[in-house]
């Protein structure tokens, strides 16, 4: 089972870009799907982006996120990364990444396997 670390958040101005990291431990990673959620303050935690396993060969997104972020893997780093783009104050919240071997889950009440502490990205106006 993987371990999960996130980093490359911060304080960035709107319109502006991260990307943020999920790093895993193991050398299975590449057979993880991952996933990223984000929680606002005082909101549900609410899904952002998916990749599935081995490739990478289909990523999810959130409607909200669609054309502004990009999720990618590189799995002789066993890392995923997310790009955050023309970031706005409704995306300030915790980021977190999720891994569930072999399958692609997009709800943050599904059973995955590992879950990072969560990074967070603040967006000023």
């Known amino acids: 089972q993987v371990q999960l670390v996130e980093s490359g958040g911060g304080l960035v101005q709107a319109g502006g870009s991260l990307r943020l990291s999920c790093a895993a431990s193991g050398r299975t990673f590449s057979s993880y799907a991952m996933t990223w959620f984000r929680q606002a303050p005082g909101k549900e935690r609410e899904f952002v982006a998916a990749?599935?396993?081995?490739?990478?060969?289909?990523?999810y997104y959130a409607e909200a996120v669609k054309g502004r972020f990009r999720l990618s893997r590189d799995n002789a780093k066993n890392t995923g990364y997310l790009e955050l783009n023309s970031l706005n104050a409704e995306d300030t919240a915790v980021y977190y990444c999720?891994?569930?071997?072999?399958?692609?889950?997009?709800?943050?009440?599904?059973?995955?396997?590992?879950w990072g502490q969560g990074t967070q990205v603040t967006v000023s106006s």
């Open positions: 999720a891994a569930k071997r072999g399958t692609v889950l997009m709800s943050p009440d599904d059973l995955f396997d590992s």
């Open positions: 990749i599935t396993s081995w490739s990478g060969s289909k990523t």
